[in-house]
């Protein structure tokens, strides 16, 4: 994954929820490009973050031995738009796993606020087909280094008792 619009899991509910922060810094030159007087994230990469996290749950349901991409966005709204300073907290919760992908309902809250909600299906991307569009044969999106201890940061700092011991 070349940018991860994500900087830290705050929970993971291995094959339910996970909820993800993204700090919108002014350090950003994404946020120039559109309105250079005006600094905004553009919508686009606020999706990117949800399908990010979506992504990264449905991933690890099946221990990231299936590659995961996003296949349709079935519907967004956006309610506002996140500046420098603001914190996004992106949730999603998985309403729907099969072979073939998945299915998460997200929500952003900027601030607290609901800013934007969007459904979003995954789809896994079986072997032949791998092979087909040649795309390399280890998991090109989801490595087991850096994401992997975000992972487990964001399940210690999970409280306890909302914790589904019958899948971790």
Known sequence: ???IWIDRFEEFHSGKSATAIKMVSRAEDHLYEQTPL????????ILEGLAQTGGILLGEANDFKEKVVL??????????????????RYIAKLVDIRTEGGLAECQVLKNGTLMAQAEIFFAHVDQSRSQEMALPQENFVFGQGHLSE????????TPRDSIDTTTT
Request: proline share 8%.
């Open 150 to 157: 975000m992972i487990k940061k964001a399940r210690a700092m």
């Open 38 to 45: 005006y600094p905004v994230m553009p919508h686009s990469l």
């Open 71 to 88: 296949a349709k966005i079935t519907s967004a709204s956006f309610f506002d738009h996140a500046v420098p300073g603001d914190e996004l």
């Open 1 to 3: 994954m070349r940018w």
